[in-house]
């Protein structure tokens, strides 16, 4: 075998046994949501891939099905998707507890204000027909801040405030999917 081939060799085997992707893709993580509601988890709205980066966690949304418009868009503190009673009744997502806040800060402020909880991530966009693409960043979150809660997205949008109503605004809960 000529040497100028010798270093593409562990390459190309690499590739040939599928492993190149998946040496690629350990750096990020894949998690699947899927509508809730009160009586359960339903089917899966697509795949939300997460990765690190210097300006922080990068989440690329592929996600379908979903109601046009602004999501309220958040890292909740348990890792679960479950309906809970909520206000005497059944609630999809109440399992899933708030907003992930590790500091205690009990404060809604957006993800790119300091001293605020944790779980704020960018207001979802979804476009006419149902459908969310496109990369957002959550400039104090990393990969490794995630396992073992749950990403969940809200039926309205997020002002980022606790006014005129708390945690934003985003109201009933209806996708999830847990990080493992």
């Given at each position: ?26 750096g ?34 592929n ?49 790119d204000a ?28 990393k990969?490794?801040?995630l ?34």
């Amino acid at each position: 075998m000529p040497r100028h081939l010798l270093p593409v060799l562990p390459l190309a085997l690499l590739a040939s046994f599928g492993l190149g992707a998946a040496a690629q893709a350990a750096g990020g993580k894949t998690v699947t949501m899927n509508a809730i509601s009160p009586d359960g988890v339903g089917a899966s709205v697509g795949t939300i891939t997460l990765e690190d980066s210097d300006g922080g966690l990068v989440l690329q949304p592929n996600l379908k099905g979903l109601p046009p418009g602004e999501h309220g868009f958040h890292l909740h503190a348990k890792a679960s998707c479950a309906p809970g009673e909520q206000d005497g009744k059944m609630a999809a997502g109440i399992a899933a507890g708030g907003h992930f806040d590790p500091d205690g800060t009990k404060k809604h402020l957006g993800p790119d204000a300091m001293g605020g909880h944790k779980g704020d991530l960018p207001v979802l966009t979804v476009a006419a027909d149902g459908s969310a693409t496109g990369s957002l960043v959550a400039p104090h979150l990393k990969l490794a801040d995630l396992a073992g809660h749950a990403l969940m997205i809200h039926a309205g949008g997020d002002n980022y405030s606790d006014q005129p109503k708390p945690l934003g605004g985003g109201g009933a809960r209806i996708a999830c999917g847990v990080v493992e």
